[in-house]
C-alpha cells in the first residue's frame, strides 16, 4: 500500500554506474549527447552544458549495458534488450536470450547483443525479428568485447577473455581470420577503433596497449600501461595523434603517437575505476564516466598535452549517512557520506549542487596535494548541525566523526572545511597515556571521540558530547573554549553523564539544553551558568534526541524501539509511541509541531500526529532509511536509504489536496512495497498524455527527412520556423565582417612528420599507400557552357521544380555557399534579370507558404542588400518587391493588430485604480 500523505517526486545525485556511457551525435540539433545507466533508468546530458536533458522509463531491472545509434538507444536488462526512442519510450522489445546480456553494438538496421554464455544474438530492429544466431564455448573463445571496424562491411570483430580477436562476417555467418598473439595472451578488456582506417587498439588485461592492422595482421606500435588492465582506450580525432587510456586505479595515462611514448598522466581522475571514456570527435574534450558517482568532462589545450577538468557531475561516491535541510526555504539539502565528503544538493536545479570538500586533518596540506592524494583522510561524519544566522560572518556548520576526538567546524558560504578542530586540553595532555582502569564507570581519554553536536539558534556557541560523558561548550567564531557542564566534581567525576552522550540539543532562546547519555539519563541544564535543572531516568538506552523549537517538545528514540516525547517547560512525558519493530535510525518534526516522523531498520518510514497520539501515515521502502528529513515548509520529505547513493525526495499530498487521515494501529505494518522515486517522475495523467503523443509521433528513421523536409502550419495565419541554428541564417548579413575577422595572421606550417595512422605498405621498407587515394575539390565547378549552378537552373526550371525542391537545396549550403549563389544571380556574376526575377517569385511562394520564415527573411534581406542598385533601376525587379512587400503588410495587419491590444490592456491593468 502507497503512503496516504508522502508519494514519490523525484531523486538527486544519482549520475553514473560502473556501465560504460555511450554518445550520440544530433544532427538537427548540432549537439552531442551522452547517455549513462543509473540503476534502472539512463539519463541523457547534452555535451555542451553537461546537463540533463532526459530520463528514461524505468526497466524492472537494473541495467547492465547500453549503446545508441542515430536514431534510437539500446540498453540490455536481464536477459532481455530494448530500443528507446525520444531517449524516453520503449519502441522496440527484444527476447530471445537464455542468460543475461552484457554487450550491445548497433550495426546498420541491426543490432548485436551479446550474453555471458557468449551467444551472440543479431536482430532487424524494425521488424524485431532475429536475423542470425552465432554460439561460442566459453572455455575456449568467452568474448568479453565486439568492435564493428570502420568501412568493413557486414564484419564484426569479437575480443575474448582467453586473449583471441576472431574476424566474423555477420551475413554469411561464418569466421574470417582469428587473431592470436603468443607473447602475449593475456584477455582482451577493450577494442576500439583508431582514427586509421584497417587499425584497432587492443587493451589487455595485463597493461599493454597495441595498435593492430587486422587488413595485414601487422602490430604497428605497442605500449605498456603501470597500473592493471586497460580498461578504456581513446583516440582524439581533431588534430593531434594522443591515445588516452584508463586503469583500475581512477588514472588515465595520455600517450603521443607521433613520438611514441608517454605524455604523462592524470592521477586519480577518478576515485575508483573509470567505466567508460570517449573523445567527442573533432573537439579535445574527453568524456569518462566511473562508478564513483561520477561524470566527467576534460580539456586538452594545455601545453602539456594533458588533460584539465572543464565540467562535471557528481554525487557522493560512498552512501550518504545523515541529511538535512539547510535554510528556511527548504531549496537546499546539507549531506554527509561514508566518503567523507559534505555535499549540498538543490531541490531546484542540480546546476545549483555544490561540494564542500572531504574531510581532512590537515586543509592546507589536502588543498596543495589534492584530496585523492591526502593522506590525513579524516574518518566519516556521523552527524552534524547547522545555523544559518552566521553564514556569512564566519563557520556556520559543527559535524563529528566516527570515533574521531576531534569536531570539525564548515563554512556554508565558502563550501569548506573549516579553520577548527575543537578539542580541550585535558584530553589532549592525556591522548596517548593509556589507563589502568578498565572498569565501565571511567574511560581513558586515550579512547575520547565525540559521540555528539549542537549548535545555538544564534550562530555563536557550540555544544559538544563525548563518550567520557563530557560535555563542552566553545564559541564558534573564535574556537576558544567556555567551559563545561558537570554536576559535581566529587560524585560525577566532573562529567555531565556517567556514559557517553548520545544527544544534545539547545532551545531557540538559548536558555535551557538537554542532553541524553547512555546512563539511561536525561538531564535539563541551564544555558547561561551551566546549573542542572531536572534529570529523567528513560525506561532505556537513548539513541536519537530532537528537538522541535515551536511548541518545545523532545523526542526521544530509545533501544526498546519506542518514541518518547517530553514537554520542555514542564519536563513530563506527554506522549509514547511504541510501534517501531526495528532500530529507529533518525526522526524529523513538521515545522508546526503537529507530525513527527520516524524511519527504522524495518524498512518503514510512520508519521505520528501529536494531538491525537496517533499512527496516520505508513509505508514500506525496499532499504531502510538511515536518515530523513522534512523540508522547512512540510512540503518535500528527503530520505537516504542503506547501500544507496540517492537522496529521494517524496512530496506532502496534504499541500496539494485533500486527503483523509484515519488513525492506524499502533503495530501496523504494510504489505506492498513502496518504489523508491526516480530522478524524474510525471503522474499519471501526464504519463498517459505522454504515451499517446509517443504514439502519434512517427519516428523518422532517415534523419535527411527531418532537416530537408518542411512542417505544414497550424493555421493559415501562422508561420512556421526551420528551426535551424541561429549560425546558419543570422549572419548572412555579416559575413564581409566575420571573414575579415578569421582572417588568418600567419601562413598554414608544415607538419613536423606524416600522422601515423596514413596506411602503408608491408615490407623491409615502409612505404606509403596512395594508389587508391582520390583527391575530390569540395568546389562546385560550373560548365563553361552552363555557368548557372544547380540552384540557378532550379530557379529558371520553376515549372518542374518546386520552391520547396528549391529550399531543400539551398538548406544544404552553408552560410558562405549561399552568399555565392545570391552573388551570382546579377548579371555581373554570371546570372541575369530573368534569374533575379525568379529569385523573387521563389521567396514569394515561401512567403506565402508561411515557411521557414527565417530562412527565407534572411535570404531576401541578404539578396536586397548586395543587388540594392540594381533592383532600384529596373522596373520587372520592383514589381516583383511590390508583391512581396504585400505579403508582409497583409501578414502584419494581422499580428499588428493583436499586439496593439495587448499593449492597451497591459497599459490600463498598469495605470488603473483598481
Not at 547547522?386 to 566523526?401: G, L, M, Q, V, Y
Not at 562546385?780 to 531543400?808: C, H, V, Y
Request: with cysteine; proline share 4%.
Amino acid at each position: 500500500m502507497e503512503g496516504k500523505i508522502f508519494e514519490a517526486y523525484r531523486a538527486l545525485g544519482l549520475y553514473s554506474t560502473h556501465i560504460p556511457h555511450c554518445t550520440r551525435y544530433h544532427q538537427r540539433q548540432k549537439e552531442h549527447y551522452v547517455f549513462v545507466a543509473v540503476g534502472k533508468v539512463f539519463h541523457s546530458y547534452n555535451c555542451s552544458k553537461l546537463g540533463i536533458t532526459q530520463v528514461s522509463n524505468a526497466h524492472p531491472e537494473d541495467i547492465s549495458c547500453i549503446a545508441a545509434d542515430r536514431f534510437l538507444v539500446y540498453t540490455g536488462c536481464g536477459k532481455t534488450v530494448r530500443a528507446f526512442q525520444h531517449n524516453r519510450q520503449v519502441k522496440y522489445i527484444y527476447e530471445g536470450h537464455n542468460d543475461d546480456v552484457h554487450l550491445l553494438l548497433p550495426y546498420s538496421e541491426h543490432i548485436i547483443s551479446v550474453d555471458k554464455s557468449s551467444t551472440v544474438k543479431i536482430w532487424h530492429i524494425q521488424s524485431q525479428e532475429l536475423f542470425t544466431e552465432m554460439e561460442f564455448n566459453n572455455n575456449s573463445f568467452e568474448i568479453s568485447t565486439i568492435l564493428h571496424p570502420s568501412t568493413y562491411m557486414n564484419k564484426v570483430l569479437f575480443g575474448s577473455i582467453q586473449g583471441k580477436m576472431q574476424l566474423w562476417n555477420i551475413r554469411k555467418n561464418e569466421m574470417l581470420f582469428e587473431f592470436s598473439n603468443s607473447e602475449d595472451s593475456s584477455s582482451i578488456v577493450s577494442l576500439v577503433q583508431a582514427p586509421a582506417v584497417d587499425v584497432v587498439a587492443i587493451g589487455r588485461s595485463s597493461g599493454n596497449i597495441m595498435l593492430h592492422n587486422i587488413r595485414v595482421n601487422q602490430e604497428i606500435m605497442k605500449f605498456r600501461q603501470s597500473g592493471g588492465p586497460v580498461i578504456g582506450v581513446a583516440f582524439r580525432t581533431d588534430g593531434p595523434s594522443t591515445m588516452v587510456t584508463a586503469s583500475p586505479q581512477g588514472n588515465i595515462a595520455v600517450w603521443d603517437l607521433d613520438e611514441k611514448r608517454l605524455l604523462g598522466m592524470m592521477e586519480h581522475s577518478h576515485s575508483t575505476a573509470i567505466a567508460g571514456m570517449t573523445f567527442i570527435h573533432g573537439q579535445p574534450l574527453l568524456l569518462t564516466n566511473a562508478s564513483d558517482n561520477s561524470i566527467k568532462m576534460w580539456a586538452f589545450d594545455q601545453s602539456d598535452g594533458k588533460g584539465r577538468l572543464l565540467r562535471h557531475r557528481d554525487g557522493h561516491s560512498a552512501p550518504p549517512t545523515k541529511i538535512k535541510f539547510y535554510g528556511d526555504s527548504g531549496e537546499n539539502i546539507l549531506t554527509v557520506g561514508l566518503d567523507s565528503t559534505m555535499r549540498s544538493f538543490s531541490t531546484v536545479h542540480e546546476e545549483k549542487n555544490k561540494s564542500l570538500g572531504q574531510a581532512s586533518r590537515n586543509r592546507s596540506a589536502a588543498k596543495r596535494v589534492g584530496i585523492r592524494h591526502d593522506e590525513g583522510k579524516l574518518s566519516p561524519i556521523v552527524d552534524f548541525c547547522s545555523k544559518t544566522a552566521k553564514e556569512r560572518e564566519w563557520d556556520n556548520i559543527i559535524a563529528f566523526h566516527h570515533r574521531y576526538s576531534h569536531a570539525t567546524t564548515w563554512n556554508y558560504q565558502n563550501c569548506r572545511m573549516g579553520s577548527f578542530k575543537l578539542l580541550h586540553e585535558r584530553f589532549q595532555k592525556n591522548q596517548h597515556k593509556k589507563s589502568n582502569d578498565k572498569s565501565d564507570n571511567s574511560i581513558s581519554n586515550a579512547h575520547c571521540f565525540v559521540t555528539a553536536v549542537t549548535m545555538t539558534e544564534c550562530g555563536n556557541f557550540c555544544l559538544i558530547g563525548y563518550n567520557t560523558g563530557d560535555l563542552d561548550i566553545y564559541n564558534i567564531q573564535s574556537g576558544i573554549y567556555r567551559g563545561s557542564f558537570a554536576e559535581g566534581d566529587k560524585e560525577n567525576n566532573g562529567t555531565a553523564h556517567d556514559k557517553s552522550i548520545t544527544g544534545l540539543v539547545v532551545d531557540f532562546l538559548n536558555q535551557i539544553v538537554v542532553s541524553a547519555g547512555l546512563d539511561q539519563n536525561l538531564k535539563f541544564w541551564k544555558f547561561k551558568s551551566r546549573q542542572l535543572l531536572d534529570v529523567i531516568n528513560l525506561p532505556s538506552l537513548p539513541a536519537i534526541l530532537n528537538l522541535q523549537g515551536g511548541n518545545s517538545m523532545i523526542a526521544v528514540a530509545l533501544d526498546d524501539f519506542s518514541i518518547h516525547v517530553y514537554d520542555l517547560d514542564t519536563r513530563k512525558l506527554v506522549r509514547h509511541y511504541p510501534g517501531c519493530q526495528g532500530t529507529i535510525t533518525d526522526m524529523t518534526w513538521s515545522t508546526d509541531g503537529r507530525w513527527l516522523l520516524s524511519s527504522a531498520m524495518d524498512c518503514t518510514i510512520k508519521t505520528w500526529e501529536l494531538p491525537s497520539a496517533h499512527l496516520i501515515d505508513c509505508f514500506l521502502v525496499h532499504a531502510a532509511a538511515v536518515s530523513l528529513a522534512l523540508s522547512p515548509t512540510s512540503d518535500l520529505l528527503a530520505t537516504c536509504h542503506v547501500d544507496d547513493l540517492g537522496i529521494y525526495l517524496w512530496s506532502n499530498r496534504s499541500i496539494f489536496t485533500r486527503i483523509s487521515l484515519k488513525p492506524l494501529p499502533i503495530d501496523f505494518h504494510p504489505s506492498n512495497i513502496v518504489e523508491l522515486p526516480k530522478t524524474d517522475v510525471m503522474d499519471q495523467d501526464q504519463e498517459k498524455d505522454a504515451e499517446q503523443r509517443s504514439d502519434e509521433i512517427e519516428i523518422v528513421e532517415d534523419e535527411s527527412q527531418l532537416e530537408n523536409g518542411s512542417f505544414e502550419p497550424l493555421d493559415d495565419s501562422l508561420v512556421t520556423l526551420s528551426l535551424f541554428p541561429q549560425s546558419r541564417w543570422a549572419n548572412l548579413l555579416s559575413l564581409d565582417v566575420i571573414k575579415q575577422r578569421n582572417k588568418p595572421k600567419e601562413p598554414p606550417t608544415l607538419p613536423k612528420s606524416a600522422p601515423f595512422f596514413l596506411p602503408t605498405i608491408a615490407g623491409l621498407e615502409p612505404t606509403f599507400d596512395i594508389s587508391e587515394e582520390k583527391i575530390e575539390s569540395k568546389i562546385n565547378k560550373r560548365s563553361i557552357l552552363n555557368p548557372l549552378s544547380d540552384i540557378g537552373l532550379a530557379l529558371l526550371d520553376q515549372k518542374s521544380e518546386t520552391p520547396f525542391t528549391i529550399m531543400n537545396k539551398l538548406k544544404e549550403l552553408g552560410p558562405s555557399a549561399i552568399d555565392i549563389e545570391i552573388r551570382g544571380l546579377s548579371p555581373d556574376g554570371g546570372g541575369s534579370v530573368e534569374l533575379m526575377s525568379a529569385f523573387l517569385s521563389f521567396i514569394s511562394s515561401m512567403l506565402r507558404s508561411r515557411r521557414d520564415f527565417e530562412l527565407v527573411e534572411s535570404y531576401l534581406g541578404l539578396f536586397m542588400k548586395v543587388h540594392s542598385e540594381m533592383i532600384s533601376s529596373d522596373s520587372t525587379l520592383l514589381t516583383y518587391l511590390r508583391e512581396i512587400e504585400m505579403e508582409h503588410k497583409a501578414a502584419w495587419d494581422c499580428l499588428g493588430k493583436d499586439i496593439d491590444q495587448c499593449v492597451c490592456l497591459a497599459n490600463y491593468v498598469k495605470s488603473s485604480l483598481i
